[in-house]
């Protein structure tokens, strides 16, 4: 078991610390007051002033939500970039049609050989490729691998083995494979002037749709196609071939694909440019690899205006001048500031922007934004890349947000975690329904409050995960807990049941299973202390989402 999970336990004893003001930032007017009703400031928060006024007496909530642990691994920690905001360059624009990988092998002809070590190696790692198999048949398989080709590259053009050669002298000059029904069939080829003679049929053949999946990480140009083939066979006979390092066409045919997919969708992020022109100084961008996920992911970090000049005030009491935590023991608690962590970052940064002026002109307190986005280089409003974090991959994602993300920049922020919020929308909002609903397995304790968004739990995405069923049933995260002591804000539009009535069978709508879910937790809470809210706006599905998030900063929500 990977060191992230390890670092879940079972049932994390979380007293109800909570009084009735139970919500992140309730009994504080738009005012911004504290308890005293004197105004709250950055540099009063920084330097000790309680952001919360919700906090039962007594109640030391620093033991609960104290220093986050970080489970990153030694690449993961390498792979992590910290600099300026790069979304108004239109990074998507940048890498749309590149092949990164294909940029390494310009320069000659290159071949991929599979020993019989490699070949046997793939088959531990990869079991589920061979489900099905008796154990004497994969034994005869694994005594008869003999070491082949698996792919090639001709001055930074990719392709597969439609067309091959073996890598010893066996006195076989090449073959090439064609689709007979769903079989593929081999047809040997004899020499050189063979391969010339026969090429124009080949060609014919695998111009068909059929063979789609075969190509081979570059584009079908016929008369550069043949030209390179020639040249593979004769990089062969000449011996004047390099080697492709193991597993390199699988990643170039991703990649091909990928590019495909991004030459025909559209990757831009919804930007005001105005709006972040006037707030990229406030940003920090990072992006970090998971090997959970084997993603790369964008996040944006905004500060409001006069965060770092009252930490470098602060500077001989455990912050660094450049504003970086040196301690940050001495900065948790009250001395810090909450984060709302935003998912579905390519729609989130006129809200930034927003959010950023509600807190400048007083009417919200000061907040850390976080957004999380996936790379430029992918189509982020694609509910296929968002389903790969939210459905199929939550639990990954949330190791990240839990384990990785918060941890790491608990580092150089100074993060109350215990008001501090995760927000996600749609799909989004079906992930921050799973990350409450499993937040007490988690030693780590990043996030007091989510806020769940239309919850698109009648998705397709979202019926096809493995663990569907316990998704009603809360992932028993109620049944494990006799209290609550998470704060839980649930939105929707009044008007989006009828955008999705097809999609809900015999299930609630999203109206209905937001309001259900609110019931849901109150009922294990006293009843003078409700720990969810739920609220209908005039909307559909997303437009309400600014305003939304502007009420739930200001604390008028």
Known sequence: MDMKKTARILALALCSILSAQCFFMCGCSAKDKNNDGAAVSVAGLVAGESLSSGLAPGKDLAASYGPLTNHMTAKELESVTEGPLTVLDEPWNTNKGENEKLAAYQDGVYFEIWEKEDLLRDIEENPESYQGWTEEELEEYKANLVSYIRGFVVDGRHYGTMISLPPEDDGTYGWYSILDGENLTTREITDLSDLKEIFP???????????????????????????????????????????????????LVDEYFQTLMNQSEDLSWELDKDQVEAIKNQVTEF???????????????????????????????????????????????????????????????????????????????????????????????????????????????????????????????????????????????????????????????????????????????????????????????????????????????????????????????????????????????????????????????????????????????
Not at 233 to 248: C, D, H, I, M, R
Not at 420 to 446: I, K, M, W
């Open 287 to 557: 992006t970090f690899y998971d090997a959970e996920l084997d993603r790369k992911l964008v996040v944006h970090v905004a500060i409001p205006k006069g965060y770092e000049s009252a930490r470098e005030a602060l500077s001989g009491d455990g912050v660094s001048a450049s504003g970086g935590v040196t301690d940050p023991a001495n900065l948790s608690g009250q001395s810090a500031l909450p984060a709302l962590v935003l998912t579905d970052a390519v729609w989130r940064f006129n809200d930034i922007a927003k959010l950023l002026k509600e807190m400048e002109e007083g009417r919200a307190k000061p907040q850390i934004l976080i957004s999380i986005g996936q790379d430029y280089s992918i189509c982020n409003s694609d509910n296929m890349e968002r389903s790969a974090l939210f459905c199929e991959g939550k639990d990954k994602f949330l190791d990240f947000i839990t384990d990785n993300l918060m941890p790491y920049l608990g580092e150089k922020y100074a993060i109350d975690y215990s008001n501090s919020t995760l927000f996600g929308h749609s799909l989004g909002g079906v992930f921050a329904h799973y990350a409450l609903c499993n937040s007490d397995r988690y030693e780590n304790q990043p996030f007091g409050c989510y806020i769940i968004g239309s919850p698109a739990f009648w998705s397709p995405y979202s019926r096809e995960m493995s663990d569907y069923e316990n998704q009603a049933d809360d992932y028993g995260y109620l049944d494990r807990n006799d209290t609550v002591s998470k704060r839980v804000f649930i939105t929707a539009g009044s008007d989006e049941d009828e955008d999705y009535e097809e999609y809900f069978e015999d299930g609630d709508s999203t109206t209905q299973s937001i309001a259900h879910l609110a019931e849901r937790i109150n009922a294990k809470c006293d009843p003078s202390c409700p720990m969810a809210k739920d609220k209908l706006y005039k909307s559909h599905h997303y437009q309400y989402i600014p305003d939304m998030l502007i009420e739930y900063v200001d604390g008028t929500f």
């Open 201 to 251: 049929q080949i060609l014919e053949e695998y111009e068909k749709d059929d063979y789609q999946y075969f190509y081979f990480g570059t584009d079908l140009d016929e008369e550069m196609w043949e030209k390179d083939i020639i040249r593979i066979f004769e990089a062969k006979q000449n011996q004047s071939y390099q080697k492709l390092p193991v597993g390199t066409s699988e990643q």
